[in-house]
């Protein structure tokens, strides 16, 4: 006779497991994730378990910001250099200008009229191949556009002005005044003009050029001013 009890019991899978194993399982699935969690944490936290590394970055940090200062300092200085150099040229160099533009005498028919340029160096230093280009002439009008270059009739030579000097220019007119002159002269259909250049040198080797125009707007008088154009100085 078969004994019903020898019979193994069948495991039963709706059961729960008991907790101790509950917790244990729990534990075992969390112990990695926070050592990963450890790993992720940033790694300045652990310096000092590096400390040469820590300490080479910081010199590598703390050379990069002398390095940029030391290039913002020098541009700085060079910038204070070329505006003290500019300032210096600006001073020092020479200024060369026109004064007191008038004729020889007051216009007198069967007389070659002449026009009288004082050339004046208003600068610290001298004007070094200074060149002198002009012309005189009655004129119903001056040309348009820019300053004629050529031809150019009258002066021109190379000299040297000291600072506060001047030097003389004087130009004939080219004929005798005649009495239709005249008389076209007090019409204002004719004026009697004077322009050209004037180009030298400063003791740096720079090259600087005036422009001057000079017209006779009073007949009655020896005086010339400024025309409307051609009066420039660099």
Request: charge should be negative.
């Amino acid at each position: 006779m078969i004994n019903d009890d020898s019979h193994q019991k069948e495991p039963n899978c709706d059961s729960e497991p008991p907790e101790s194993e509950i917790h244990k399982t729990d534990e075992s699935n969390t112990k990695p994730n926070k050592q990963k969690e450890d790993t992720d944490q940033p790694t300045w936290r652990g310096w000092h378990r590096k400390p040469e590394q820590f300490f080479a970055g910081c010199i590598a940090a703390f050379t990069l910001i002398l390095t940029a200062s030391a290039i913002y300092q020098a541009c700085v200085m060079q910038r204070q250099l070329e505006t003290m150099e500019r300032t210096l040229t600006m001073e020092e160099r020479a200024w060369v200008t026109i004064r007191q533009p008038m004729l020889q005498s007051p216009l007198t028919v069967g007389e070659i009229p002449g026009i009288y340029l004082r050339v004046q160096n208003s600068g610290r230093s001298p004007a070094l191949k200074l060149r002198i280009r002009h012309t005189f002439g009655i004129l119903n009008k001056l040309p348009d556009g820019p300053m004629p270059e050529e031809p150019i009739m009258g002066e021109e030579s190379l000299s040297v002005i000291a600072p506060g000097e001047y030097m003389r220019s004087v130009g004939p007119l080219g004929s005798p005044l005649t009495e239709v002159d005249l008389a076209r002269l007090k019409r204002a259909e004719l004026s009697i003009f004077t322009y050209g250049t004037v180009t030298y040198f400063d003791i740096f080797d720079t090259k600087h050029r005036t422009t001057f125009c000079l017209i006779l707007r009073d007949i009655t008088k020896t005086d010339l001013s400024p025309c409307g154009k051609w009066n420039e100085a660099d």
